[in-house]
Nanobody, 115 residues
Framework: QVHLRESGGDLVQAGGSLRLSCAASGINFKIYTMNWHRQAPGKQRELVATIDSSGKTNYTDVVAGRFTVSRDNVWNRMYLQMNSLKPEDTAVYYC?????????WGQGTQVTVSS
């Protein structure tokens, strides 16, 4: 059974930093592409960052240069280091992967950036 659990969300002032974690179980983590998504109130969920099994990363334009995604294949964890946070980064952040054709999601972690 695939299980994803995010942590690390918090209230932070604009310009601050946070590191989110995603703990994965039930999959051979090291071979999976992992994703961070976010959903702000009243908006659709959007893809923020991706890291594949080789460690190659991709970012949506609005976070590129501020956010860094990484993974630890020993502890089956993915991270999102978020720097220079802006109020528009306020959202629930979710980790996600696709296993046997189905998408799996964590419960999300709230990030709130005050101006």
């Amino acid at each position: 059974q695939v299980h994803l659990r995010e942590s690390g969300g918090d209230l932070v002032q604009a310009g601050g930093s946070l590191r989110l974690s995603c703990a994965a179980s039930g999959i051979n983590f090291k071979i999976y592409t992992m994703n961070w998504h976010r959903q702000a109130p009243g908006k659709q969920r959007e893809l923020v960052a991706t890291i594949d099994s080789s460690g190659k990363t991709n970012y949506t334009d609005v976070v590129a240069g501020r956010f860094t995604v990484s993974r630890d294949n020993v502890w089956n964890r993915m991270y999102l280091q978020m720097n220079s946070l802006k109020p528009e980064d306020t959202a629930v952040y979710y980790c996600n992967t696709k296993h046997r054709g189905s998408n799996f999601w964590g419960q999300g972690t709230q990030v709130t950036v005050s101006s």
